[in-house]
C-alpha cells in the first residue's frame, strides 16, 4: 500500500474530486482526492461506517489496496467517527481534530495513535489547506471545512458542512463561492412534526444546535452561491426524502446530487481554474 496515494490521472484533470460513500444518521464517510500532474492524494472526510464496510466501498470506487493520507473528523458523534476505523488504518494514517474535540477525546479514550489538532487552518500536503469554522451542533460543534488546492495553472475550492445546527452569517462567509458545496439537507419540517420521535429528540434536531431542513439548507445554499455543483448530505431516513431535499433546488444554475445511506455518489469534479479566490461576497448574511 501507499499512504494517502492512488494512480495519477492525466494533468487536464488535476483538480478536486469528491465522492460521499455513505451519508446519514447511520453512518457518515467521504473521500476527497486532490489530482496532481505527478501524483495524487486521497482523505476520508469523516468515518462512521464499520472498518469491513469502508474497505469495501473505498474498492468500489477505484481505491482498492489504498489507505489515505489522512482522516478528518467533522466531530465525534459515533456516526462520523468509528474507533475502529480511526485505529484500523494504523499508525501511518492521521486522525485530524479540531481542537474543541480534544477534551471529549480524552473523556472518551478517543485520543489515536496519530491525532493531528486543527483549529482555523492546517496545511493537508499534495498543494491542499483545509480552512474552519466551527458550525453550531450540540455542546462542541462541528468542523466546517473549505478546502484550496492550489496547483501553478490554477485553483479550485470546495465546502464541507454537516450537522450544522443552524445557518449563520460566519458559516457563509467561511464558505461562500466555493466550486463545490458538500451541504446537510437533514429532515422536511412537516415529516419531522409528525414522526413518531420523542419531544426531546425533536426539539435536538430543530433547535438550532442539531440540523438543518430543506429549506435552511436551500437558503444557505443561496446565500453561499457555489460555482458549480451542490452535494446534498445527511439526509435523515425517518424525517427526509430525496425528492423532497431535491425540490428545494428547483431553477439552480448549479448541478445538484443527492447522498445516501447505501450507495457511493458519483465523483463530483471540482475542476482547476485561473488562480485566485473564488470567494464572493454573500448577498444575503443572516442568522436563525
Known amino acids: 500500500m501507499e499512504s494517502g496515494f492512488i494512480e495519477s490521472k492525466p494533468a487536464q484533470q488535476s483538480g478536486?474530486?469528491?465522492?460521499?460513500?455513505?451519508?446519514?444518521?447511520?453512518?457518515?464517510?467521504?473521500?476527497?482526492?486532490a489530482h496532481g500532474p505527478v501524483e495524487t492524494a486521497f482523505w476520508l472526510i469523516d468515518a462512521g461506517l464499520s472498518m469491513k464496510r469502508t474497505r469495501r466501498?473505498?474498492?468500489?470506487?477505484?481505491?482498492?489496496?489504498q489507505i489515505p493520507r489522512g482522516i478528518i473528523l467533522t466531530h465525534l458523534d459515533d456516526d462520523h467517527a468509528n474507533p475502529s476505523v480511526l485505529d484500523g488504518f494504523g499508525d501511518e494514517v492521521p486522525?485530524?481534530?479540531?481542537?474543541?474535540?480534544?477534551?471529549?477525546?480524552?473523556?472518551?479514550?478517543?485520543?489515536f495513535r496519530r491525532t493531528e489538532v486543527f483549529t482555523s487552518q492546517i496545511e493537508l500536503g499534495a498543494g491542499c489547506s483545509l480552512s474552519v469554522r466551527l458550525a453550531h451542533h450540540d455542546i462542541d460543534g462541528s468542523a466546517t471545512l473549505r478546502f484550496l488546492l492550489e496547483r501553478p495553472e490554477g485553483c479550485c475550492e470546495l465546502g464541507y458542512a454537516t450537522d450544522v445546527g443552524r445557518p449563520t452569517s460566519e458559516l457563509i462567509e467561511h464558505l461562500a463561492g466555493v466550486d463545490v458545496l458538500a451541504i446537510e439537507s437533514n429532515y422536511c419540517p412537516r415529516m419531522q412534526e409528525a414522526a413518531n420521535r420523542p419531544a426531546q429528540v425533536k426539539a435536538r434536531v430543530t433547535g438550532g444546535s442539531g440540523h438543518l431542513s430543506n429549506q435552511q439548507c436551500v437558503r444557505m445554499v443561496r446565500a453561499i452561491a457555489p460555482q458549480a455543483h451542490v452535494v446534498l448530505l445527511h439526509l435523515s431516513h425517518q424525517c427526509n426524502t430525496p425528492e423532497l431535499a431535491a425540490i428545494e433546488h428547483l431553477g439552480s444554475e448549479y448541478r445538484l446530487s443527492v447522498s445516501s445511506q447505501h450507495e457511493p455518489t458519483p465523483w463530483i469534479e471540482a475542476g482547476l481554474r485561473p488562480a485566485g479566490p473564488a470567494r464572493v461576497k454573500a448577498e444575503t448574511l443572516f442568522e436563525v
Not at 16 to 33: D, I, K, Q, T
Not at 57 to 65: E, K
Open 95 to 111: 486522525v485530524f481534530l479540531h481542537r474543541r474535540h480534544l477534551g471529549r477525546a480524552e473523556r472518551e479514550g478517543r485520543l
Open 16 to 33: 478536486l474530486r469528491l465522492c460521499v460513500l455513505a451519508s446519514g444518521s447511520a453512518g457518515n464517510c467521504s473521500v476527497l482526492v
Open 57 to 65: 466501498l473505498l474498492s468500489d470506487v477505484g481505491l482498492a489496496d
